[in-house]
């Protein structure tokens, strides 16, 4: 009896191990344990062998009709008037459309609008497209415009109101104009209805509910809504009343980049985003995380697409404060301000070797800054006039010894550790740059939301702090203009830079609607900042897609992944 | 009957305590860490659609009055509408609940159909090559970082062999009212491996738990005395020695079932799984206070019942422990 001679085994003489075989056992066990993983990690440069066979499951054809995008950030809601993040807003650039849009370098382009102009330096003339349907079939009218701009500035707790706060007064004088008075001359009224989404008049009083659950998802734009699967993932599918759509069928019938259907997955987690794509759940990602990177370069099977982003990193300063809380001497004690001095901050500037944090700290995914936008963004001053800052580590000791400082003195810089691509290390890679020429700095920081809390509360003395602007002057209005919270100036100036001249200058770029004259000023007012040091531009970051090859991506420096922007390549 | 009556009102009784404590201390902790405001206005706010956003959230209250309001609120079972979302943070949770109990359920099952046949046989062969290999194996179902194995896992199933999809829920359907994607062969597909991950370190628990109760058991004087007698061995184990060996796995089973659906947060996010888990982390990283408090809320139930249902099972078990009228309790776990 088998059974019975198992049952007669050591357990009823010993319970106990022997511990040496046991542990030689489990060596050999974790040894080949290891081995099995380290190939499986080499998986990565290996070509995709999943990926075709997938494809080869699911035939071709159904491979090409889906899209399925890998989004970086979880979308919160679907609701157009609710939450500016742009996951959310990169939704509802596929689901909607705006009266402007805006081309792969932020500049303004026709939208629902077919034109705009200033009728007088306080209104604004929108002409509408004609025959312009929406997925329920009913047509773009003036009157649907008015209802959305309506809502945005309505909806409880919806973060578009203040695109809305300068219209004092909107009308319809026909049903494909629209006028939009303000109370002074605004000249960037076109750039700030790029953030109103359109949807029909009969949906005003729609809830957040109602646009989450579908009922309300209401567009013009080249897609139709299906299903929002919180957390998970949005579905889409071809629109075929859109005019692209059109355009597209009288181009070529079987044009091959026309999917009919798009999944947007939320894949927040940087190595599953990776595996996704390698595992090819996905045709796209965005925001390759940098140590994949280089992988990826060498991957056969996939293609990279990168563009240099609107999202400019920077030092804000304490400018307005005698003592700066996180400032002392050498040795501890209290010191006036040394930031007050432009000498100290074009020290700062000096010492820092941008191009090593681009190529280093970065992975090469940033390049250096000069300005507070990035070079392509409306209002950057030319080259000739404005250049990254060259790192110069004898001047930046000379300037300091100069402005009296010849010990340097202790700063305590402040940022956050989850908001930015590497943000942290690029902090300890700029205090360590400072601390070489005399700034003693120590490096504080902090998850995002309590980061900001206190940024805004001006408890810092240097601070980090990263950006996305349409232009120059809109980014410096709210940066460096000086603070006046009654109309909505300098609302992130914390550190309190005031300098009339530069916020005249703002004001009339602001006020000009002339396009070239005012971006001439924008110009003059971001160069008249930089040239102050009134805040330490760092980087732009460089935004990276990949994707499968055969894709072709048409990259956007706003950073969406707009399957408009995507085609295939013809093999 | 009468004793289990008080035992389940004690056990209500006393999480209705740990709620108040616990909504009260999140409510302090949130206001400590920063002000939502700071987070969920625009950047360029003026001072009036600050003050109108706090109006609409009802932010502007002093914090002991925004306190009372919740509790006035909570007790009508409403427990406030997401700032992030603008959704009632209570659907928000529910919507997700059904994704992470799916998880977690499967996690448990496979670690309970693996973990006690691998532990028994260990038990009953410690000093076999079969038995030490599962020991071995059950070592690193311990040590090995859960994030670091869903990441090989995926390596290995998803990207190397192409048998898997690395991540994402399976298509869903409704049954009974539920949003399962249970019922299709590609939802059991995207199950697996997510699973799978979290099931692992409960595995080498139960492994472990198993094969040490057996071992003990195998010593103890019912055995010989049944062995003697002559009874089958497949009886002896299947029903003398499991039956002893269950009380203490159940414990263990039900606070890890409590403690995998609460926190099944590093799964979630590694298999881009849409559970609750990520609707937290989320949620607090935009100081998104009623979904902070309403998930704790339902967590705190959660474990209450887990841990209700543990004590019933007991009593179901082991004729011993069933309460008299007379000693009507017997509330540790």
């Not at chain 2, 405001?37 to 914090?63: C, F, H, K, W």
């Not at chain 2, 090995?144 to 995926?154: A, D, K, S, Y």
């Amino acid at each position: 009896m088998k059974t019975h001679r198992d049952l007669n085994q050591p357990w009823l003489k010993s319970g106990a191990l022997l511990l040496p075989r046991f542990h030689c056992l489990s060596a050999c066990l974790f040894s080949c344990l290891f081995c099995c993983l380290f190939a499986c990690l080499h998986a990565f440069s290996l070509p995709v062998l999943a990926q075709d066979a997938r494809d080869a499951r699911e035939g071709r054809d159904d491979a090409r009709s889906t899209l399925r995008i890998g989004m970086a950030a979880d979308i919160t809601s679907v609701d157009p008037h609710l939450s500016n993040i742009s996951p959310n807003n990169q939704i509802g650039w596929h689901v909607f459309e705006a009266l402007t849009h805006v081309d792969d370098n932020a500049r303004l382009v026709p939208g629902l609008a077919s034109s705009w102009r200033a009728v007088d330096p306080r209104t604004w003339e929108f002409k509408l497209r004609a025959n312009v349907k929406f997925h329920d079939g009913t047509t773009l009218v003036a009157k649907d415009v008015l209802a959305s701009i309506e809502r945005a500035r309505k909806l409880a707790n919806g973060q578009f109101a203040g695109f809305t706060r300068t219209i004092i007064a909107a009308e319809a004088p026909d049903a494909l104009t629209v006028r939009l008075r303000t109370a002074a001359p605004y000249a960037t009224l076109p750039h700030d209805l790029n953030s109103i989404f359109i949807i029909p008049a009969r949906l005003m009083n729609a809830s957040s509910e109602d646009f989450n659950a579908g009922r309300a998802m209401i567009g013009s734009g080249p897609w139709r809504f299906e299903r929002y699967a919180r957390g998970d993932r949005v579905e889409l599918s071809r629109f075929d009343g859109h005019r692209d759509a059109a355009r597209d069928a009288a181009r070529d019938a079987a044009r091959p980049s026309s999917w009919n259907k798009l999944v947007f997955r939320v894949l927040s987690n940087d190595p599953a985003r990776s595996a996704a794509l390698l595992a090819g759940d996905v045709d796209i990602i965005e925001q390759v995380p940098p140590a994949d990177l280089e992988k990826f370069n060498k991957n056969n099977n996939l293609t990279l697409s990168r563009k240099t982003s609107w999202r400019t990193i920077f030092l804000q300063l304490d400018h307005s404060r005698e003592r700066s809380p996180h400032i002392t001497d050498r040795k501890g004690g209290a010191i006036a301000n040394p930031l007050r001095d432009v000498r100290v901050r074009s020290a700062i500037s000096k010492a820092i070797n941008r191009a090593a944090i681009a190529a280093r700290v970065m992975e090469g995914a940033a390049v250096p800054a000069a300005a507070l936008v990035s070079p392509q963004i409306f209002g950057h001053p030319p080259a000739k006039d404005l250049s990254p800052e060259t790192f110069d580590a004898d001047g930046a000791r000379k300037l300091l010894a100069e402005a009296g400082y010849p010990e340097g003195f202790n700063l305590t810089l402040h940022a956050p550790n989850n908001r930015y691509v590497n943000d942290d290390q690029v902090a300890q890679a700029v205090a360590q740059m400072l601390t070489r020429i005399g700034i003693i700095t120590k490096v504080e920081v902090m998850p995002a939301n309590v980061y900001f809390t206190r940024a805004r509360n001006g408890e810092f003395s240097v601070a980090m702090l990263g950006w996305g602007s349409f232009s120059a002057d809109l980014a410096l209005r709210s940066l460096l203009m000086t603070p006046s919270a009654e109309k909505g100036l300098g609302t992130w100036n914390w550190g309190g830079y005031a300098n009339p001249r530069l916020d005249q200058l703002i004001e009339r770029s602001l006020s000009t609607t002339e396009e070239a004259k005012r971006e001439a000023l924008a110009r003059e007012a971001m160069l008249l900042a930089m040239r102050d040091h009134a805040a330490i531009a760092l980087h732009h970051q460089i935004s990276t897609w990949a994707m499968k090859s055969g894709l072709k991506l048409q990259p956007r420096t706003d950073e969406y992944t707009l399957a408009g922007s995507l085609s295939l390549q013809r093999p | 009957m009468l004793g289990m009556l008080v035992l389940i009102a004690r056990r209500l009784g006393q999480s209705a305590l740990v709620l108040l404590v616990m909504s009260l201390l999140v409510f302090v902790g949130v206001f400590a860490i920063g002000d939502p405001l700071a987070i969920l206005v625009s950047p360029d706010a003026t001072p009036e659609e600050i003050a109108r956003s706090a109006r609409e959230l009802g932010l502007q209250q002093p914090l002991w009055q925004q306190y009372l309001l919740f509790l006035q609120q909570a007790l009508q079972g409403n427990l406030g509408r997401s700032f992030a979302h603008g959704e009632p943070a209570m659907a928000l949770i529910l919507e997700r609940l059904p994704a992470t109990l799916e998880l977690a359920i499967s996690a448990t099952v496979i670690a309970i159909v693996l973990g006690i046949p691998l532990g028994l046989w260990a038990g009953l062969r410690p000093r076999s090559l079969s038995g030490q290999s599962i020991m071995a194996g059950s070592i690193l179902g311990f040590s090995l970082p859960t994030f670091w194995v869903g990441l090989m896992l995926i390596m290995l199933f998803s990207v190397w062999l192409g048998w898997l999809p690395a991540s994402g829920r399976g298509p869903v359907q409704s049954v009974l009212g539920l949003p399962l994607s249970l019922g299709s062969s590609e939802g059991w597909r995207h199950l697996l491996l997510p699973a799978l991950n979290l099931a692992l370190f409960k595995l080498a628990l139960i492994i472990r738990l198993v094969r040490a109760g057996c071992i003990e058991a195998l010593r103890q004087d019912y055995v010989r005395f049944a062995r003697a007698k002559g009874l089958h061995p497949r009886r002896i184990i299947g029903v003398h020695v499991l039956k002893n060996l269950l009380l203490p796995l159940i414990t263990v089973i039900g606070l890890e079932f409590g403690s995998v659906i609460a926190f099944s947060i590093v799964t979630e996010t590694i298999f881009a799984w849409p559970g609750m888990g990520k609707l937290l982390i989320d949620s607090i990283n935009v100081l998104d206070r009623p979904v902070i408090v309403a998930y704790l809320c339902i967590i705190v139930l959660l474990f209450t019942l887990i841990n209700l249902l543990v004590d019933l099972l007991y009593v179901l078990l082991d004729p011993r422990l069933r309460p008299s009228t007379a000693t009507p309790q017997r509330a540790g776990t």
